[in-house]
């Protein structure tokens, strides 16, 4: 199974003092393969990027877990038209093998009435390092702004 970042796995190892890789560009780069995994609507990409036991939380108050969830939700939004997504980062906070970001996210979809509408939110994801030193996800929490 490939993982997010695997390119750079060998250059993202942590050792005693600092990241090889910035924790701002883990992020970067976790989000822009993000991005195009959905936008691309390769949800076998899209949910490679989660550890088998994440935690993914839309923000209607459910909270889903592992894999057959993920593929749910975000194969639900590829069907439903969802595209152009994409992530901006506000901050981010790094501390041995973890690293938190807050962010904005915005969105494009159609309309129950088939109009194009842009939409977005706050979201918070939680990346942390596996012993083969990849990358994935392990929490995603999301909200929409009206």
Do not use: C
Request: net charge negative; aromatic share 6%; hydrophobic share 45%.
């Amino acid at each position: 199974m490939k993982k997010l970042l695997i390119a750079t796995t060998a250059a993202l190892a942590l050792s005693g003092a600092a990241f090889a890789q910035s924790p701002e560009q883990v992020v970067a780069d976790a989000n822009k393969q993000w991005d195009q995994a959905l936008n691309q609507g390769n949800i076998d990409k899209l949910v490679s990027f989660y550890t088998e036991s994440a935690t993914v939380s839309p923000g209607n108050g459910a909270v889903l877990s592992g894999h057959e969830d993920i593929r749910s939700l975000f194969g639900g939004f590829i069907e439903n038209g969802v595209h152009n997504h994409q992530i901006k980062t506000v901050d981010v906070m790094a501390a041995d093998q973890q690293i938190t970001q807050i962010g904005h996210w915005q969105a494009e979809g159609v309309n129950a009435e088939g109009q194009a509408i842009s939409f977005g939110g706050v979201l918070v994801t939680v990346l942390k390092q596996n012993a083969a030193g990849e990358w994935e996800l392990q929490s995603h929490v999301w909200n929409a702004a009206p």
